[in-house]
């Protein structure tokens, strides 16, 4: 048992490890793509916008090659250009001098005058070929632009300074990079979840196991227990009969009595051992079902006139009410009589006053046995438990009744293994009624239905 248990023990920390590399890996691998994406969009809006800022200098270089000489529309111009790109932030205009590169028009008028120049620029004026380069200045970020414009002998006359602004660009990564982690925090609180109910169910999986171990070994015990009772209890049923036959000498009416009375017990012990034999053959597989066709109507007939006893005893009427028959049903008639005694016998014990009848009939596909009652019946909340192993009504009424709660169990199981089914109506304080359903024999198939 110890053995067996611990094939399947629970290791917490094994469990804990998986869970931290889950938590740390999965998350790890959504920022890894979430970067690889961002790093992707970042470049493709970039090239985007040198592309556009290439565009506004070609666009801009054929408006002002005609103006370079008339500072004014020149100065226009650009406001003009600035005003239609919102990202565009400056546009200068400078013209290359003796004394360096002078700003002929610009956004920003109070630098118009004034010599400027950088490395970008000279290398845009060397090269003839436009420049780009990205400039961050305290928390603003820009690219700028230079762009050469020459005359009709590739002669530079001016240059063009573009300041574009990423702002877009940065919000736009920067939403992607919040959404991102948005993202992966519920990845993070999902996988939690997830292994917080996978723990719970690994134990629920570790004791559903135990209890089927314990289970099993309940069946066992129950099994080898049986088997040890059954020996001395006949031998104790052999010795209360020669006892009560006179065998050993005439008994007094009182020790008689008292005989009668241990006899009975042990009728019912080896009763109860016989049944707990049947669960465990039933449970085990180990019970034997050989279906024949017969006629069901004798043995229901017989098994009747074997409770005629207790029937009368209680003053009950207890009778077969059905049609002759024949009724010939597939089943096994040593099991079917086990059932029959079982249900019959309910009845009887369930009822105080009136009568148990049983009657036969059929469809064309099966032949139904009814045992009607009319005793204390069963109220709903209680039917539903009926088949249940071990369950018994325990009420002000039932309270005296011996019992097991085996019976409906074993009938049912029996049944199956018959391809029979069973089925209970029952009204409190009206009576009950069993309903026992069997494949009808072929022998009465041949006929048709009745
Ligand atoms: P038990 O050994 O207790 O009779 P069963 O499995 O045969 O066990 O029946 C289960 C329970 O169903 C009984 O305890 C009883 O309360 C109820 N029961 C079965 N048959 C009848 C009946 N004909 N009338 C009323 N109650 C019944």
Redesign the pocket.
């Known amino acids: 048992m110890r053995n067996s248990s611990s094939k399947y023990s629970f290791n917490p920390n094994r469990q804990l490890f998986y869970g931290i590399a889950l938590v740390i890996i999965v998350p790890l691998l959504v920022v890894l793509n979430s970067l690889v994406l961002v790093r992707q969009f970042n470049e493709i809006l970039t090239r985007e916008q040198h592309r556009q800022a290439i565009l506004i200098g070609q666009i801009t270089e054929s408006l002002i090659s005609e103006k370079i000489d008339d500072p004014n529309s020149l100065q226009s111009l650009i406001q003009e250009t600035v005003l239609n790109n919102s990202e565009l932030t400056d546009l200068i205009i400078s013209k290359p001098t003796e004394d360096g590169l002078v700003i002929w028009a610009s956004t920003n008028r109070s630098r118009i005058g004034v010599v400027e120049e950088n490395t970008a620029a000279v290398v845009a004026i060397k090269n003839k070929r436009s420049v780009a380069q990205r400039v961050a200045e305290g928390t603003k970020q820009y690219w700028e632009i230079q762009y050469p414009v020459t005359n009709a002998t590739q002669e530079v006359v001016a240059l063009i300074t573009m300041h574009l602004s990423t702002a877009t660009i940065d919000s736009e990564s920067g939403n992607l990079i919040f959404q991102s982690f948005m993202m992966l925090a519920l990845i993070v609180l999902v996988i939690i979840l997830l292994l917080a109910s996978n723990t719970r169910l690994f134990q629920y999986t570790i004791l559903y196991k135990r209890l089927q171990e314990i289970d099993k070994a309940k069946d066992d015990f129950i099994s080898i227990a049986s088997h040890e009772l059954r020996t001395p209890i006949t031998a104790m049923r052999n010795y209360f009969s020669l006892l009560l036959d006179g065998t050993f000498g005439k008994l007094s009416k009182k020790t008689k009595e008292s005989v009668i009375m241990m006899n009975e017990n042990a009728l019912r012990l080896s009763n109860l051992v016989e049944d707990l034999l049947n669960v465990s053959r039933l449970q085990q597989g180990r019970i034997s079902i050989t279906p024949e066709e017969f006629d069901v109507v004798p043995l229901v007939r017989d098994v009747i006139a074997s409770l005629q006893s207790t029937a009368q005893e209680k003053c009950l009427e207890l009778c077969f009410d059905g049609e002759k028959g024949p009724f010939i049903v597939i089943a096994d008639p040593v099991r079917l009589r086990q059932v029959l005694v ?1 249900i019959i016998g ?2 009887l ?3 105080n006053k009136g009568s148990v009848k049983t009657s036969v009939e059929s469809d064309n596909r099966r032949v139904i046995i009814k045992i009607k ?1 009319t ?4 109220s709903a909340e ?1 039917q539903h438990r ?1 088949f249940e192993k071990f ?3 325990i009420n002000r009424k ?1 309270q005296n009744i011996i ?7 074993l009938s049912r199981e029996m049944l199956m293994l018959m391809s029979g089914k069973v089925f209970i109506e ?1 009204i409190e304080n009206v009576g ?1 009624q ?1 309903s026992i359903s069997l494949p009808l024999g072929k022998k009465d198939l041949d006929k048709g239905s009745r």
């Open positions: 079982n309910n009845g014990k369930y009822t009652d005793g204390i019946g069963i209680d009926l369950y018994r009504v039932t019992g097991t709660g085996l019976g409906l169990w029952s009950t069993v």
